[in-house]
């Protein structure tokens, strides 16, 4: 079992920027993926960025440039800073992490991009 706790969400003016923090628990040993996905108004949950052992890194192609993803492995902490913002990246972010094919996900953080 792993726990996911996200924090660092809100109210942020476009093209400003924001960093979303996820705290992980558990059988963290074993995690070998770890990932923010986001869920707009109205959307599917997407894939925004994701972060696997040995440390390659993915990014969906809508926030490539201006996203970035790390991971602190000793304090099993994962986070996503998001910069020039767009009203288009309002969502629910959500934390997520991969145990042997089996996801877990945190409660997820709103993040709202909005003069």
């Known amino acids: 079992q792993v726990q996911l706790v996200e924090s660092g969400g809100g109210l942020v003016q476009p093209g400003g920027s924001l960093t979303l923090s996820c705290e992980a628990s558990?059988?963290?040993?074993?995690?070998?993926?770890m990932g923010w996905y986001r869920q707009g108004p109205g959307k599917q949950r997407e894939l925004v960025a994701a972060?696997?052992?040995?440390?390659?890194?993915n990014y969906a192609d809508s926030v490539k440039g201006r996203f970035n993803i790390s991971r602190h492995k000793i304090k099993n902490m994962v986070y996503l800073t998001m910069n020039s913002l767009a009203p288009e990246d309002t969502a629910i972010y959500y934390c997520?992490?991969?145990?042997?094919?089996?996801?877990?996900w945190g409660e997820g953080t709103l993040v709202t991009v909005s003069s």
């Open positions: 997520n992490a991969q145990v042997s094919g089996t996801d877990y």
């Open positions: 972060i696997i052992i040995g440390g390659h890194t």
């Open positions: 558990g059988v963290v040993f074993s995690v070998n993926k």
